[in-house]
């Protein structure tokens, strides 16, 4: 999030000869390219280092690692021009599996709009022998994401390329050609985004993006409000950042639909066709996989809810739908 993130790698490699195997396992760290200079990674030791608390085991045993120029590696066609890289030396026994955990914290990278983005070199997976059988990729977030609004690329962070996973404004039930994989989120407390890759030889990397308050925002248009000549952007936008409510927001949308707005936040299923395409049909929020829990509303949003029931003419039980 905004504070930065913090990832926890597993990794499970498996030795099919009679021969042990010694190697040198390196964790690449990306150059992101000129303009970006502040989130490029930087080797240990240096204090503006963007990658830091660097550490792995191997079987449950720590292990020591160097940093090493990227210029220094040459490697097959699924590696790129690397910053530098973390090597340690590894050895797989014979017909044996081996546990690789590597951990590090990661700055936050936000631009001028609130989107938060954090990159995986995934890629270089294909450089190993054989396809990956199951890559389980979870992603938790803050208690203070919980109005952001998640996409997750298969592809470059930058160059437009890959396609989304989930969300990217096309919705939970996006399919990318050649990929077995499924989705599981819970919009609960700590938000919760798992992605489940099976039998994958990765060609592209993954990004995770967030963008706060930017949902409801993209909404505006769908939502397809009588205007006349009230400029409903900006009652939503300070609905979406403080939840304020006044007559100009009121002129513009129902009561009950920014009541549904709050909800969508939160992943509640509702029974109305319309409502689940207005929300998740344009993937701007995501459905939970868990059940909903009216506690995953923050006071403020109960506070919020209450007052827009008032406005609906005396339903206080009146709920999302």
């Known amino acids: 999030d905004r504070g930065g993130w913090q990832v926890l790698a597993l990794l499970t490699f498996y030795n099919p000869t009679d021969q042990p195997i010694q190697m040198q396992v390196g964790f690449p ?45 040459t490697a097959g066609v699924y590696m790129q021009a690397w910053d530098s890289l973390y090597v340690f030396e590894v050895e797989f026994a014979p017909r044996r599996h081996t546990d690789i955990r590597h951990s590090y914290t990661v700055g936050a990278s936000v631009s001028s709009m609130g989107e938060s983005w954090l990159p995986y070199v995934f890629r270089t997976g294909a450089g190993w022998a054989g396809n990956i059988e199951e890559a389980v990729f979870e992603y938790r977030l803050s208690p203070s994401n919980n109005r952001c609004y998640l996409s997750l690329l298969y592809g470059e962070p930058f160059d437009g390329s890959g396609a989304a996973l989930v969300g990217g404004g096309q919705g939970r039930t996006n399919k990318v050609e050649g990929l077995d994989y499924d989705i599981w989120y819970s919009a609960g407390p700590q938000r919760r985004l798992i992605v489940t890759f099976r039998n994958i030889e990765p060609q592209q990397n993954l990004t995770l993006y967030s963008r706060h308050a930017r949902g409801e925002l993209e909404l505006e248009g769908l939502l397809q409000a009588q205007q006349q000549g009230r400029n409903c952007g900006e009652c939503l936008q300070r609905f979406a950042l403080d939840l304020t409510i006044d007559d100009e927001l009121l002129a513009c949308y129902e009561p009950q639909l920014l009541i549904n707005l709050l909800y969508a936040r939160r992943g509640y299923h509702f029974s109305d066709e319309k409502m689940q395409e207005l929300f998740y049909g344009s993937g701007f929020y995501l459905p939970s996989d868990e059940p909903f829990d009216r506690s995953w509303l923050s006071p403020e949003e109960q506070q919020a809810i209450k007052r827009l029931r008032n406005r609906l003419g005396g339903e206080p039980q009146a709920e999302a739908r």
């Open 29 to 73: 760290v990306t150059l992101l390219g000129e303009g970006y200079d502040e989130f490029v990674v930087r080797p240990p030791g240096e204090s503006n280092a963007s990658v830091g608390k660097f550490e792995v085991s191997v079987n449950g045993k720590p292990t020591t690692t160097s940093a090493i120029k990227g210029e220094e590696v």
